[in-house]
Structures are given as C-alpha cells and as structure tokens.
C-alpha cells in the first residue's frame, strides 16, 4: 500500500502544478526556495542539499564546483493560491457557516467517492511564486545533475537520480491542513474560525486561525510549533 504522502502527492500534483509537500518544515528551517536542490524524506518532507542561487554561491560547500543561477525580480511570477484544493475523486459534501456579531465558523465536509483521495485546506490566502526561465534551469540540471549526485553519496544520502529535485517555484501560506483518503466513501471535516469586520458595506466573513480535528485515512497540517 502507498504511503501517505505518495498518495497526496499523487492526487494533487496536478491541482497544484507542483510536488506538495506533506510533512511541515519547522519555523526554524529555512522555507523551501527556487534554487533549492533537495529531495523528499521518507515522512514526504523535504531535505535540503544547498541552494544555488547566484547569491548564494559563497554559502556551497568548499569542496563544489556547481553552475549557479542568477535570478532577477523579472525572471519570478507572483501569484496568490486560494483553497481549498481537492483531487477529483473527492467530492464536496457540505458547508455550515455560522456568524455572530464578532466572530464566525466555518465547517467543510467532503467524502471520497473512490479508492484514493485527497484534500488540502488553506486557512489564508497561499503565496506563489515561480521561476519563467525554467530553460536555465534545465540545462544547469542536464549538465551537473551526476555531480549533485555525487554530493549526496559522499554524505550518505539514501537517494537515487530521480530522487533529486531542482526548485522552480513554490507555495507558502500560514496555515494548511490535509488529509489522504486509501478507501472509498471515507469523509474528513475541516473547522476553521474566524471574525467579522463591520464595514460600511456590511460585514464579510474573514476566516483565519486554527484548523482542527480531520477524520480521514490520514492527516497533517501546519505551522509546526
């Protein structure tokens, strides 16, 4: 049976244009940036080999030789990622919204209608951002991807050449939760609480904070404390 995080992955690469990651990254990690070259850990977190940013050339270790990047504020696309996200064996089984005069919450339910599934929630809007020159970045991956390799197996890094990742792009946001369905007609509820701001216009729901219980196959979410 596929893990959990290969079945998140497998579900919603798609939806998100990229490799989601299941396990948080601690506060105190560096966030996941374009230059990165990492790969997934066994937990579907990532792992950091180094960065190679132009202006990161002087942080690689002393015994590399590797191309680097230049990237400019013209060569990287911003975006805004709103949630939530599910894959399209996953079907949305209601919405419960309840307001006071200072608050509101909100409860989303969807079930799984085949054998894999998964859904991702964004409590607040996720920042994206994304390399355009991705041809620089191939060929710097074609040329000196046997000797990123190399790196990782003098440390003793478990991983193979498909196991390398070059990071073109990538998705923040302050607090996700997510769950994988491995069966059929499995269901998760997602909470969220929020306020209401007055204004002239009336008010408007704002949902922010905590993301609590999920009852599904399996879950994660974040910031890690």
Known sequence: MPRS??????QLATQLQGCPL??????KVDPVDIGDVGYLSENGGWIK????REENRDKLPADTEFDCLEIR??????????????????????????????????????QCQEERGAVLFIADDAVTREA???????KIMLHDVGSWLEFAKKRDRPISMKDLIFVTG???????????FNKKSQSCRFV????????????????WGSLHRVNGAAWTGGPEE
Do not use: C
């Not at 355009?132 to 191939?138: C, D, S």
């Open 170 to 180: 990538y998705v923040r946001t302050t607090t996700w939760a997510a769950t994988v």
């Open 49 to 52: 080999l180094f960065n190679l």
């Open 73 to 110: 504020p013209a060569d990287v696309g911003n975006g805004i990622l709103r949630g939530p996200r599910y894959s399209k064996s996953v079907k949305e089984v209601g919405v419960d919204i309840s307001v006071d005069v200072q608050s509101a919450k909100a409860e989303m339910s969807y």
């Open 132 to 138: 355009l020159n991705k041809l620089r970045f191939a």
């Open 5 to 10: 995080y290969e079945i998140y992955i497998d």
């Open 192 to 207: 969220a609480g929020g306020r209401v701001p007055i204004t002239e216009t009336g008010a408007t729901i704002e949902l």
């Open 22 to 27: 299941w396990e948080p990254l601690h506060p």
